[in-house]
C-alpha cells in the first residue's frame, strides 16, 4: 500500500480525537445524545483546524448502524465508508469548482430521494462562500425547508462572505486556531507512536511554523522526517524553513540598540552569506520586541518564546518603552514595505538602517542643523546635540495653544464686580451693544441669548432685539424674562424690552467672536504644518496632525 500522508493517516474518528476544539465537540456530543439535531450546520475557522474532519464525525455520528450517537463505533459499514470516503449518501461538494447556479441546481436535485444505504442523506459543502449569489439562492429554498431525512453541513474559512439568510438557518460552530502547545504535544504523540527519534527544539519550530494549524504542523513534520531521513533534527529542520538563528536576532538588536556600528557591518554581513527570508528575518525581529514590551509594560514573560529569559529582561532593562515601541513600528513597515524595495536584501537593510537611524529624544545631524538654523526654533536645546522628542511635542503643542487651548474668548467675560453700570436709552445701538452686554450680569441660556442678538431700535422708550436664528431653540420664557429685566435694570430711563426671532445675523457679538477664532485656528495650523519638527515626524514615521474639538479647539501631533 502507497504512503499516506499524516494528515490523513492521524486525521481524528470521534469527537474525542479532536485537539483544541472542546468546545465544538461536546455541543455536538450533548445534541446527538440528547436527539436536539438541527438540519444545517455551519463550520468556521482558519485553514487546517478540523471543520472537514468536523463535519466528517458528525455524518458518522448521524448514520452509525448502532443509532444516532455521539460516539460513533467506527467499525460498521456506514463508518467505515465514511472514513475512506465512499459513503454513498455523504456527497461532498467544494463549492470552490462548483460555482454555478446549475451546479447547485444538479446538486439539489436528489435531495427529495430518501438515503440509499444511510439514516440520513448528507449535504457537505466544503468553502461554502465560494458560491455564487444564484447559487446561494438556488440552495437557499432546500436549506430552509429541508426533507427529515437530509443534512446540510458547511464549512467555510471566511463566514462573512455568507448571505445574512443563509447564517440565519445554521447552528454555527467556530473552530480556534490551535495553540502552539497544542500543536507541538500533538506531534511528539505522534512522533513517539511511530518511534521516530526528534529533537524537542526541532518540533518547537515547526508547530510554531504551522501558525494555528494542525494540518499545516502534519505537512511540515512529513516534509522534515523526509529531508532528515527518518529523524527530526533541528538543524534540518531549520534548513528546511529557512528559519534564522536565533542568535543572529538579538545580535543584531544588540548592535542597534548599543549604536555599534562597526559590529552591525559584521552581524549584516553574516547574515547575507546565509541568504535568509529577509521578511521571516523582520518577523522574527518583531516577535522579540513585543516580548521585551510585554515585560517592561505588563511584566509578562511568553513562555513559549523562543528567546531566552535572560536576554528579554536584559533588553527590556537597556532599552527604554518609547524606543522598543519605535523600533516595533519600524519593523513592521519594513515588512511592509520589503516587496517595494528594489530587491528584498536592499528592503531589509534599508530598515535595520532605519533601526540604527532614529533613537527617541534625538534628530539626525541634518535636522539638528535645520533646527539651530531656524528663526523659531522648536526646541532651546537642539544646539547642544540632542532634541528630545517630548519637548518638540510640547513645544508644538504650545504654539497652538495660544489660540486653540486656551478657554472660548466668552468665557473671558467675567461678571462684574463693580456696581451696575447705568445707560442713557439712545446709547442702547448695536455699535454700542457689546458694552452693554459686558455690563448685564447674566449667565446661561440668557447670556447665550444676549450674545445672538441685534439691537433694532430703540424708539419711544422701547428696545427690540433681533435673536440670530441659530439660538431661537435658547428663547425660553425664562430666558427672555432674564434678558429683559437685566437690560431693564441697565438703563436709566423707564423702558420696555421685547424680543423677536431675527434672521441669519453675522454681526452679533457671538458670530464675531467666532470669526475671530476661526482665523486664529487657520493661522496655528498653518504655523504648526510649517513647522520643521512636525515636516520630519510626518516624513519619517507618517505622523498625523489631527484638529479634535471637543467643547474647545486644540491641535494634537
Not at 48 to 58: F, S
Not at 126 to 144: C, G, I, P, R
Not at 536 to 549: L, P, R, S, T, Y
Request: with cysteine; hydrophobic share 40%; net charge negative.
Amino acid at each position: 500500500m502507497s504512503y499516506q500522508a499524516l494528515a490523513r493517516q492521524f486525521r481524528p474518528q470521534n469527537f474525542t480525537e479532536l485537539v483544541g476544539q472542546e468546545h465544538v465537540s461536546q455541543a455536538l456530543i450533548n445534541g446527538l445524545e440528547n436527539d436536539r439535531i438541527h438540519h444545517a450546520f455551519l463550520f468556521t475557522g482558519t485553514r487546517g483546524v478540523g471543520k472537514t474532519t468536523v463535519a466528517r464525525i458528525l455524518a458518522k455520528a448521524l448514520n452509525c448502524e448502532k443509532g444516532v450517537t455521539g460516539s460513533p463505533c467506527g467499525t460498521c459499514s456506514a463508518c467505515t465508508q465514511i472514513s475512506e470516503g465512499r459513503f454513498v449518501d455523504l456527497v461532498e461538494v467544494d463549492a470552490a469548482s462548483r460555482t454555478g447556479v446549475d451546479d447547485t441546481r444538479e446538486l439539489l436535485e436528489n435531495v427529495q430521494y430518501a438515503p440509499t444505504s444511510g439514516r440520513y442523506k448528507i449535504y457537505l459543502i466544503d468553502e461554502v462562500h465560494m458560491f455564487s449569489k444564484s447559487s446561494f439562492n438556488a440552495l437557499l429554498k432546500t436549506l430552509e425547508e429541508p426533507p427529515p431525512h437530509v443534512k446540510f453541513l458547511l464549512a467555510t474559512t471566511e463566514p462573512k462572505k455568507l448571505p445574512i439568510t443563509v447564517l440565519s438557518r445554521c447552528l454555527q460552530f467556530n473552530l480556534k486556531r490551535l495553540s502552539l502547545t497544542q500543536i507541538n504535544d500533538h506531534l511528539i504523540k505522534l512522533l513517539d507512536l511511530q518511534n521516530i527519534t526528534y529533537d524537542a527544539s526541532a518540533i518547537e519550530l515547526i508547530a510554531r511554523a504551522a501558525d494555528g494549524s494542525m494540518r499545516d504542523g502534519l505537512s511540515l513534520l512529513d516534509q522534515s522526517i523526509a529531508f532528515g531521513a527518518g529523524n527530526v533534527k533541528e538543524e534540518g529542520v531549520k534548513l528546511m524553513l529557512g528559519t534564522i538563528d536565533k542568535n543572529s536576532v538579538v545580535g543584531l538588536l544588540s548592535s542597534i540598540a548599543a549604536k555599534d556600528a562597526k559590529n552591525l557591518s559584521a552581524q549584516l554581513q553574516q547574515i547575507f552569506e546565509m541568504s535568509p527570508d529577509y521578511a521571516l528575518f523582520l518577523s522574527d525581529m518583531a516577535l522579540l520586541l513585543h516580548e521585551i514590551s510585554l515585560l517592561q509594560i505588563l511584566n509578562k514573560y511568553v513562555e513559549s518564546s523562543r528567546f531566552d529569559k535572560q536576554t528579554i529582561v536584559k533588553f527590556s532593562q537597556s532599552i527604554s518603552h518609547e524606543q522598543v515601541q519605535l523600533y516595533y513600528q519600524i519593523v513592521i513597515k519594513g515588512q511592509e514595505e520589503i516587496n517595494l524595495a528594489p530587491d528584498s536584501k536592499t528592503g531589509f537593510e534599508m530598515t535595520i538602517m532605519r533601526l540604527f537611524a532614529f533613537k527617541i529624544g534625538q534628530f539626525p545631524d541634518t535636522e539638528k542643523k535645520t533646527l539651530e538654523s531656524s528663526p523659531e526654533p522648536v526646541s532651546n536645546n537642539a544646539a547642544n546635540g540632542g532634541v528630545n522628542i517630548a519637548n518638540q511635542v510640547s513645544q508644538v503643542k504650545s504654539q497652538a495653544t495660544e489660540a486653540l487651548m486656551a478657554p472660548p474668548v466668552t468665557n473671558t467675560v467675567q461678571e462684574p464686580t463693580r456696581p451696575l453700570q447705568k445707560f442713557s436709552i439712545n446709547e442702547i445701538t448695536s455699535q454700542n451693544w457689546k458694552n452693554i452686554f459686558n455690563a448685564l450680569p447674566l449667565r446661561g441660556t440668557a447670556r447665550e441669548l444676549a450674545r445672538n442678538s441685534l439691537v433694532i431700535s430703540n424708539d419711544n422708550n422701547e428696545v427690540v432685539l433681533s435673536v440670530d436664528k441659530q439660538t431661537h431653540a435658547f428663547m425660553t420664557e425664562r430666558a427672555c424674562s432674564k434678558l429683559k429685566q437685566a437690560l431693564i435694570d441697565c438703563v436709566k430711563e423707564s423702558i420696555t424690552v421685547q424680543l423677536q426671532e431675527g434672521g441669519d445675523h453675522t454681526q452679533t457679538i457671538a458670530r464675531t467672536e467666532q470669526l475671530i477664532q476661526d482665523t486664529s485656528v487657520q493661522e496655528t495650523k498653518q504655523k504648526v504644518s510649517q513647522n520643521p519638527f512636525v515636516q520630519n515626524m510626518q516624513d519619517n514615521f507618517d505622523a498625523e496632525v489631527i484638529q479634535i474639538k471637543d467643547g474647545q479647539n486644540f491641535l494634537e501631533v
